[in-house]
């Protein structure tokens, strides 16, 4: 699936999903329709990934969901996903591109204008925009409440033409600020992986995102 179609994209963390399995987590979310998971657990082993990451190609690659690895070109590259998510101090993208082939969708995470420029240059096939509303779900992450906001989100779309998705803080509450200022889908972590019913919460943000974006369309259409 091209990225540009992604809604609803599901970050795995297992330390967020209350006892339950990631497995148990991602099949919740395929069942709610999510386009794309990304397998992150970086405070597993690699071999842990490795083994989890075999698992999930086979529920992804049943569902038609793609499958994307955070960070560890070698891991993606193991597990067979569909490609690879880096960050500002992560191998370049041309690395992951030589590694991974043509084919592959590659990643990066950006907070600015200047990064989004320079992911676009450099060939990655989406941008992971974020935190928008902040977030807890990683150690050293900003606080709630200093996330870089929607602003900087639309700044940062209207500067490329990469598809957009927002991560940080995103909520079914909150998902049409993004997809208002220009991002095509929205990443959670925690807003599908804590819920009682992960199926239940992917299918509430998917209708917020599709929602707002059928509204921008008949709009842009006005």
Known sequence: MNPDQWRTYLVTQQSLSAGRSTEEIVEAAIEGGVDAVQLREKDTSAQHRIDLGERLRELTGA??????????????????ADGVHLGQSDPPVSTAREILG????????????????????????????GAVYGTNSKPDA???????????LAKI??????????????????????????ASGVAAISA?????????????????????????????DD
Do not use: M, W
């Not at 900003?142 to 900087?152: P, S, Y």
């Not at 957009?164 to 208002?180: D, F, H, K, L, R």
């Open 192 to 220: 599908i992986t804590a819920a009682d019913d992960p199926e239940a919460a992917t299918r509430k943000l998917r209708e917020a995102v599709e929602t707002t974006a059928d509204e921008a369309e008949v709009a842009a």
């Open 157 to 182: 779309a209207d500067a490329v033409t990469l598809p957009i998705v927002a991560i940080g803080g995103v909520t079914p509450e909150n998902a049409s600020g993004p997809i208002q200022a220009g």
């Open 142 to 152: 900003e606080t709630a409440d200093d996330g870089l906001g929607v602003d900087q």
């Open 63 to 80: 569902a038609g969901v793609d499958l994307i690895v955070n960070d560890r070109i070698d891991i993606a590259y193991a597990v067979g």
């Open 102 to 129: 043509p084919e592959a969708t590659i990643g990066v995470s950006v907070s600015t204008v200047s990064e989004a420029r320079l992911a676009a240059i450099s060939g990655a096939d989406y941008l992971g925009v």
